[in-house]
């Protein structure tokens, strides 16, 4: 893979700017989670993209190859495996939390949700 | 590749198709097609354990548990 | 209006953020540290699977932290969703083909998500992805069975127990090797299941712990028809 240059910056950068205008433009709870779980994956693949050396392979050794020196970058991998459980225990939360908005507002409309009324 | 640059312009498809429609469970799809795609991605950048945690949880279990607030929830973004 | 301006702040955050980005060159080689962890990982701790030694021996304690992070979020689930009213339009029955079908196909997802989490020293894999490979078979048994509940006592115990092995296993590493989360089994040899020392102990242990906790997660958000 050698002409992957610009294209997996953009795409993981394009992500979080997609995400990110989701959750500022729109209104409804859901949709806001729906644009944080979005920006959750791009920066995941930013992450990953950032770890990645050309013409090397994963950091798996096994019987037939085990050169190390011939190997991707093995702690970018290690941190986004946690953040992405991280990312869906974040999202499970955020929706317990809109269902027991519902219930009490009867609607999921951020402008029509204030709480501190006085 | 060109095959590179055809995976990241349909994940960002998907995902500006996430912003405009209205139908919920049609967002969450787009979501899950963005969580598939980083998931091949992944795997393009030599990242096997990732791209197996992505697809097991993002393209899986999250669009579970968006679809099941969803139901509990309104359907339609007014 | 807001969609513009959100527009046009964001495109100015996207054009610093593309600047930045274009000083790291794509694909060169900057490893530092990693380099360590790549030629010493297999000597080290006995693991084929170097991600898996960067997890669980070189930055164990991050993982710890992440367990913890994950138990917090299906506390808060479990206990926002715990008083809710009955009665909420239950799903209707599946037909027979996913019934016969997810009945069928319950305990091969399972074992195969035993299998992830079991030779996650050796191949690509581990307690995380073997984890969440549980809690959809248990997903498809909520959306295939129409009178499926878990139960959350066992489900809470398991996932106790296995935070808590966790934890016992790092604290006799204090006493075995000297600090905490120390690998002091025997390595034994590269590329065969019972080696790597401690580290298939501990995915083991993460393995039961996420598969209940997603499980509970998505038990907890199905309602009172899908935990009693």
Known sequence: ?118 | ?78 | MKAVLGFAALSLIAAVLAISLSQVPFGVDRMEVARYYLENGASDTGAANLVTSVVLNYRALDTLGEVTVLFIASLGVGAFLALRRRGEGSLPPASLIVRRGSQFLFPLILIFGAYIFLHGHLTPGGGFQGGAVIASAFLLMFLGQYEYSLSHRPLSITESLAGLTFVIVGLIGIAAGGYFLSNFLPKGSLLSLFSAGVIPILYVAIGFKVGAELAGIVAAMLGPRGEE
């Open chain 2, 1 to 78: 590749m060109i095959y590179i640059s055809l995976l990241t312009v349909a994940m960002l498809g998907a995902g500006v198709a996430a912003y405009f429609l209205k139908d919920l469970i049609a967002a969450v799809v787009a979501c899950a097609a963005v969580s598939l795609i980083a998931s091949l991605l992944f795997y393009l950048l030599q990242a096997p354990d990732v791209a197996m945690a992505e697809a097991a949880i993002g393209a899986g279990l999250s669009t579970a548990v968006f679809v099941i607030a969803i139901r509990k929830t309104e359907r339609y973004e007014k």
């Open chain 1, 1 to 118: 893979m050698n002409a992957g240059n610009p294209m997996m910056y953009v795409g993981a950068v394009g992500l979080v700017f997609i995400g990110l205008l989701i959750v500022i433009a729109k209104r409804n709870l859901i949709k806001i989670i729906i644009g944080l779980s979005i920006m959750d994956t791009g920066v995941n693949l930013l992450l990953i993209a950032i770890g990645y050396i050309q013409n090397r392979t994963a950091p798996i050794i096994t019987a037939t190859h085990a050169d190390t020196a011939k190997m991707v970058d093995p702690v970018p991998q290690a941190l986004v495996l946690t953040a992405i459980v991280i990312g869906l225990g974040v999202t499970a939360l955020a929706l317990a939390l809109a269902i027991k908005v519902y219930e009490h507002y009867k609607t999921l409309d951020t402008r029509k949700i204030r709480g501190l009324k006085w």
